[in-house]
């Protein structure tokens, strides 16, 4: 996907316009020790090395404020890009011990069209470099560059040298959608157009991109997920060069797809009980919600997916988790591998995407980096039956490397009307976790986020409907703000023995609340007022407990950019 209106899947129409985007993601100063590690097609290498919460280097005299010369709504640990545009985040993969993301970036904002792929580094996926644009926009005369996938081709199977970086991606030209490939011989810095370009002519489709890639080792051969409208296709591949389509799975109600993904994860971590993922960009105004993240389970045989009869589940129920991609770790054995992934969205909504109050850049930021893993679950509040399962979404265990020393707060009883005054945070970002309890089943708790003006953010639980909310119609822009940005989110999340816990990541422009054990996440861009910021626990209604609740610091993790 790119550009603002044509990312509209709710009138499914604008996507051909390339308009403004991009902006450098960036990067960070590398942990001090690189993990030289030999990387093949499974990944069957040396164990990924345990996150430390002191591995996070000092960013000046504070390391939990941010420093004087960041703009206002600057984020502490999210990754933005120095100047210009950013949207869709484009997935990771590891090779000679560093972690290579892409992201679409327009230098040429707000003045001129088109995206390119942006390109950063990290050892950790928390503290990145800056790598400057890796595929130029309109360089071989199809167009700008869209979503797509970068692949290590280990085996040469695409004939441009064992190891070379592959690069799949949608072009736009005209109004027109085509695949082409692109190749790195350096490691994934820099990429040559492929002279046959494009590799997929487009077959008189009006949406047709974003080609998701990866190598199906059982059926020996590539896949390709691409999003058409509202089904998603299928091709195979022996080569990269040269694809063939082989099936697709149509939906209904969802608008137009886009960004797709498909990945086998073990239910439970056992690897004896196998089920795929299949994934994509949906709009869900139909069922109240906005663009969002929607996926399905079931098989994959080499050629189809089929999914269960559980229909589909959104990964995130915020307004601003789009474009979400998924990874492994190739490091870890296959068992791990098959556990866990992580996931990363472009926190924004292209209903108000352009409209942030930031001007140094513009497109908003990433989430932070999360771990996924499938679990079997009778349906928390979403009425599926017995034998379903779903994606439970947590923080990654990376971003503890830039947690302080937690300051516990006192449990309490609230009655009606009651609140704990958390007081001012002492970092710029920071995490707060909690665990609450209605003893009749009713109540509500909520956590206010405060700014400089009075105005805030709240996040809670309603204990009488089972769900957890974000509400951020009181911030400091949203009386500016379409009425989607004013709309309070919510998410269904069913309570164990009458409670339910919350874990809220908080930097100075978004909100990333994981409730349950993971059960349901949402996350929500947010903006406040300059000054000090203030937090309040609050029983508005009924009386609620509090326990086991803990403030804790976040280090700021400041990205190296290129000059």
């Known amino acids: 996907m ?16 390339a308009l403004v985007i991009a902006a450098i993601v960036a990067a960070v100063a590398l942990v001090a020790t690189l993990i030289t590690v030999a990387v093949t097609r499974t990944g069957e290498t040396d164990a990924a090395p345990d996150p430390s919460p002191m591995a996070a280097p000092a960013p000046g005299p504070n390391p939990f404020e941010r420093p004087a010369e960041w703009s206002e709504h600057r984020p502490a640990v999210h990754v933005t890009p120095g100047q210009d545009w950013m949207n869709d985040p ?5 090779l000679d011990g560093l972690w290579h993301y892409y992201y679409l970036y327009n230098p040429d904002h707000p003045e001129g069209n088109g995206t390119a792929w942006y390109h950063a580094t990290s050892t950790d996926l928390i503290h990145w ?3 400057g644009v890796a595929i130029e926009k309109y360089g071989n005369g199809l167009g700008d560059i869209w979503t797509g996938t970068a692949v290590v081709d280990h085996d040469d199977t695409a004939g441009f040298g064992a190891g070379a970086v592959i690069a799949l991606v949608t072009q736009q030209h005209e109004g027109v959608q085509r695949q082409s490939l692109f190749v790195s011989t350096d490691g994934g810095y820099s990429f040559s157009s492929y002279e046959g370009n494009p590799v997929m002519d487009n077959p008189g489709a009006d949406d047709w991109r974003d080609p998701r890639v990866f190598w199906d080792d059982a059926a020996g051969h590539w896949v390709m997920a691409l999003a058409e409208h509202d089904r998603i296709g299928f091709y195979t591949s ?10 697709d799975v149509d939906t209904d109600g969802l608008g137009v797809l886009e960004c797709p993904d498909i990945f086998p994860m073990a239910v439970d971590g056992d690897p004896d009980d196998i089920r795929w993922v299949l994934m994509a960009g949906a709009n869900g105004a139909g069922e109240g919600k906005t663009t969002g993240t929607v996926y ?31 990874w492994d770790d190739p490091r ?8 866990s992934r992580y996931s990363i969205g472009w926190m924004n909504n292209w209903a108000y995407a352009g409209e942030f109050p930031t001007e140094d850049w513009q497109g908003g930021s990433d989430s932070i980096i999360r771990s996924i893993r499938l679990a079997s679950d009778a349906g928390a509040g979403e009425g599926e039956g017995d034998g379903a399962v779903r994606l439970l979404s947590t923080p990654a265990e990376e971003l503890r490397m830039l947690e302080g020393e937690p300051r516990p707060l006192a449990d309490a009883a609230l009655d009606a009307g009651g609140t704990i005054d958390v007081g001012d945070p002492a970092s710029d ?23 400089g003006d009075g105005r805030f953010a709240t996040v809670g639980y309603d204990f009488d409907a089972q769900v957890a909310f974000v509400a951020r119609d009181a911030d400091a822009i949203a009386a500016g703000m379409p009425e989607e940005y004013r709309t309070v989110r919510t998410a269904p999340v069913a309570t164990r023995d009458g409670r339910v816990t919350l874990d809220v990541v908080i930097d100075v422009a978004s909100i990333e609340v994981f409730a349950g054990d993971g059960e349901a996440s949402l996350t929500m861009a947010t903006f406040g007022a300059p000054g000090d910021r203030h937090v309040r626990i609050e ?23 290129v000059d």
């Open 129 to 131: 470099e800056d790598q």
């Open 296 to 326: 399905w389970t079931g098989t994959w045989d080499g050629e189809r997916f089929t999914a269960d009869d559980s229909g589909h589940r959104w990964l995130d129920h915020g307004a601003d988790y789009y474009a979400a991609v998924t």
């Open 429 to 451: 970002a920071y995490r707060l976790r909690l665990d609450a309890g209605s003893a009749d089943g009713s109540g509500e708790v909520r956590v206010k986020v405060l700014t």
């Open 332 to 339: 870890l054995a296959p068992e791990e591998r098959l556990a």
């Open 2 to 17: 790119t550009d603002q209106d044509a990312n509209t899947p709710d009138t499914g129409t604008a996507r051909r316009r």
């Open 539 to 561: 029983a508005p209604r009924g009386p609620v407990t509090v326990s086991d609740a803990s403030l804790t610091p976040l280090r700021v993790a400041p990205i190296e950019r």
């Open 90 to 94: 484009q997935k990771p993969f590891f």
């Open 238 to 247: 022996p080569n990269l060069r040269e694809w063939t389509y082989v099936s």
